[in-house]
């Protein structure tokens, strides 16, 4: 299981703010068909599943400020696909935790 991070910029806007993009971003995740899991933080979202999934899910990501009017639309990706074990949002915490426990 592959995971991202992204954070998608809409630049030519009106506004300088971006919580409008960032709902219809999280709408478009909810609505997802395919098997992902996903988690919004302040500053990027990260999502983890297959990377053929991620990467078809991030595509639409990048589109939805063009939808809303952006004339230019910056992502940044960051993946981590690590393929000796599976690994998660959940199970990647769960380790740090584990090692500020020693």
Do not use: C, W
């Amino acid at each position: 299981m592959a995971i991202a991070e992204l954070t998608i910029i809409p630049i030519g806007t009106n506004t300088t703010s971006l919580s409008q993009y960032v709902a219809d971003i999280q709408q478009v995740l909810e609505q997802a068909e395919e098997p992902i899991h996903y988690e919004m933080t302040a500053m990027s979202t990260i999502i983890e599943g297959s990377l053929d999934d991620l990467m078809n899910v991030i595509r639409r990501l990048h589109e939805v400020p063009f939808s809303h009017g952006a004339q230019r639309v910056s992502t940044s990706i960051k993946l981590d696909d690590r393929r000796d074990k599976s690994g998660s949002i959940a199970q990647k915490l769960k380790s740090v935790a584990e090692k500020m426990k020693k």
